[in-house]
């Protein structure tokens, strides 16, 4: 698994709009979020070994309209993981 920091060219509706609609048609994605801060958008990608995320990094994600840097952090090791989270009020009682 893999975390990769996405800065686009620009982040006009048009530019967002496109890259968004791009990265919901790949598979390898796993999940994508729009940041506040130092980059655009942070995306998951769970691949096989490093050979195949370089294919998946060059072929695919930088080819993403608007992408103009990525900085990835391979995850060495998944310590917690929560599939759902109770956001009910009663939860936070």
Do not use: W
Request: charged share 25%.
């Amino acid at each position: 698994m893999v975390f990769i920091q996405i800065k686009l060219e620009a982040t006009s509706r048009r530019h967002l709009e496109q890259f968004n609609a791009a990265v919901k048609k790949m598979d390898s994605i796993q999940s994508c979020h729009m940041m506040a801060g130092g980059f655009d958008y942070l995306l998951k990608v769970r691949c096989r070994n490093m050979e195949e995320y370089r294919v998946i990094l060059t072929d695919q994600i930088n080819r993403l309209p608007g992408v103009h840097q990525t900085t990835t952090f391979p995850v060495m090791e998944e310590v917690k993981r929560v599939i759902g989270v109770d956001l009910s009020d009663a939860a936070n009682s």
